[in-house]
Nanobody, 115 residues
Framework: QARLVESGGGLVQPGGSLRLSCVASESIADFYVMGWYRQAPGKDRELVAQIGSDENKFYPPPVKGRFTISRDYALNTLFLDANNLSSEDTAIYLC?????????WGQGTQVTVSF
């Protein structure tokens, strides 16, 4: 059973940047897809970035051009670089990973964009 632990959230001013990290308890090469979702109060959970085992990346329109997903196999870590943040980006950010047979979620890290 893989474990995912996120970090890097916090309070940032509008226009600022954050780097989120997600450390896996096993080799991330085992996952055919990894990514980040977010959930704001009163809203549905939404995908913000996804990376496949072929390194193809997907970003939905609200974050495209501002967010970048990447991973470091040596560190077994998934990253999300979030730039030009606005209040609309305030949410809990959750890491996920799937082997195709099993899906795993982290506990999430809070990102708050405010003055």
């Amino acid at each position: 059973q893989a474990r995912l632990v996120e970090s890097g959230g916090g309070l940032v001013q509008p226009g600022g940047s954050l780097r989120l990290s997600c450390v896996a308890s096993e080799s991330i090469a085992d996952f055919y897809v990894m990514g980040w979702y977010r959930q704001a109060p009163g809203k549905d959970r939404e995908l913000v970035a996804q990376i496949g085992s072929d390194e193809n990346k997907f970003y939905p329109p609200p974050v495209k051009g501002r967010f970048t997903i990447s991973r470091d196999y040596a560190l077994n870590t998934l990253f999300l670089d979030a730039n030009n943040l606005s209040s609309e980006d305030t949410a809990i950010y959750l890491c996920f990973a799937s082997t195709g047979k099993m899906a795993y979620w982290g506990q999430g890290t809070q990102v708050t964009v405010s003055f």
